[in-house]
């Protein structure tokens, strides 16, 4: 079929939107119609060409939701007509990491999946019999994908879609940094560094843990009164004291759990120093730069500080979006206030200068299929 998508073709332009061929759905594979998609960080990141590990040309896009249109051979876990957002972090149910309580870190397609190629080594999308890779294994900036079904999470179709898309990336990699990789306790005192999408949804996170004391550092003013709206209790203006700041507010000890998510590693180090002795647990969930390290001071250690890492929140996309969507709907996440800006696909550019910019927080693609 012919389908619209936005193209990277050369690192640094900008994308260009135009028609493509799209093969049916082979086994194991769904064409989702999409009906919006988020813009974020990493398809800006991958189309300046900063990041090692990008390729061209690619359809960019990931933080998709759809319908389920068809279906390949021996699919079984998603149906026709089912509501669906795009996994990047895919979950088989089978390999020794899905498996594990421990990890959301699906072995099954990474490789082919950081190629570029569906799980069977090739690509549906090309032009003029040219192969176009795949991004993320989803290419949502299109108006339809095909995707592995194991990178299909189904949700209510009670959600709207034009919200459920921020549950594809960055809402839930914030609210799973606190509920699956933290899993903060209640009545506990949490820092988050950073008001971003990521931030905010791990400021949410704390909140529905129970968090007794939830403070947010960032630079903006405008973030720090949206993070007052997802739950937090204190504010701090991000720089050189914030850590002071925290000791401060904390009778001198820090907090129980800290998080980064910023990507500045000077912040990470902020968030380490910031989480108590004892027991401290700080989750780093920014994405450094190239070839960047965190400096830590190993005796905050031995006093019992912890540090971790959370990939996509540590959730298990296909069993925990759903669940993430449903507190959604039962009004205990405030997703509409994500929504900085609506655009149509033609205008997916803008929404790169809408990051660049730092304005608003999340702009979602309109798709010409939506519902
Ligand atoms: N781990 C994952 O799976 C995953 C998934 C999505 C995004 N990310 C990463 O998470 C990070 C945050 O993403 P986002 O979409 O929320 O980004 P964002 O740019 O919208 O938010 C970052 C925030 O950090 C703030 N900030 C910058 N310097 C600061 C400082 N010194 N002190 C305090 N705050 C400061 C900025 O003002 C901004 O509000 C990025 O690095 C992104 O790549 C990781
Ligand atoms: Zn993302
Ligand atoms: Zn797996």
């Known amino acids: 079929m012919k389908i619209r998508g936005a193209v990277l073709e050369q690192f640094g332009a900008p994308l260009v939107v135009q028609e493509l061929d799209l093969e049916e759905p082979r086994a194991g594979e769904a064409l989702v119609r999409l009906v919006a998609c988020g813009v974020c960080h990493t398809d800006l990141y991958t189309a300046s060409g900063a990041d090692p590990s990008g390729y061209s040309p690619t359809v960019l896009g990931h933080e ?7 279906v390949g051979e021996d699919v079984t876990l998603v149906a026709p007509g089912d509501h669906v957002v795009t996994l990047f972090a895919p979950q088989c ?6 498996r594990s309580p421990r990890t959301n870190l699906c072995l099954a397609i990474r490789e082919q999946q950081n190629r570029g190629h569906l799980p069977d080594g090739t690509t549906r999308l090309s032009r003029s019999g040219e192969p176009i890779r795949h991004f993320m294994g989803a290419s949502t900036f299109a108006e339809y994908a095909v995707v592995p079904e194991i990178a299909l999470a189904s949700i209510s179709p009670e959600a709207p879609l034009d919200r459920a898309c921020l ?66 209790t204190d504010v701090i203006t991000g720089g050189a004291s914030a850590v002071e700041q925290v ?11 800290t998080f980064e998510a910023t990507g ?7 968030a380490v120093e910031a989480a108590r002795m004892g027991w401290g647990l700080c989750t780093v969930a920014g994405v450094a730069g190239k070839g960047e390290t965190l400096d830590v001071v190993p005796r905050l250690l031995i006093t019992g500080r912890r540090v971790c890492g959370s990939s996509f929140g540590g959730v298990k996309g296909r069993d925990q979006v759903p669940a993430l969507v449903e507190r959604y709907l039962a009004g205990e996440i405030d997703v509409d206030a994500f929504v900085s800006h609506r655009i149509g696909l033609d205008d997916v550019n803008r929404g790169f200068e809408l990051i660049e910019a730092q304005d608003g927080i999340r702009s979602v693609i309109d798709l010409p299929g939506g519902l």
């Open 64 to 70: 998709g939701a759809g319908v389920v249109e068809r």
């Open 93 to 98: 149910g089978r390999c020794v990491h899905c």
């Open 247 to 257: 000791l401060e507010l904390t009778g001198g000890f820090g907090a129980d759990y």
């Open 167 to 232: 549950f594809a990336c960055g809402l839930s990699t914030g609210l799973g940094a606190a509920m699956y990789t933290a899993k903060v306790e209640p009545g506990s005192t949490c820092v988050v560094f950073g008001a971003g999408l990521v931030g905010l949804g791990a400021i949410a996170g704390c909140r529905l843990q129970g968090a007794e004391r939830i403070v947010s550092v960032d630079l903006s003013a405008e973030r720090l009164e949206l993070a007052r709206g997802q739950g937090a």
């Open 264 to 270: 500045n590693v000077a912040v990470m180090r902020q």
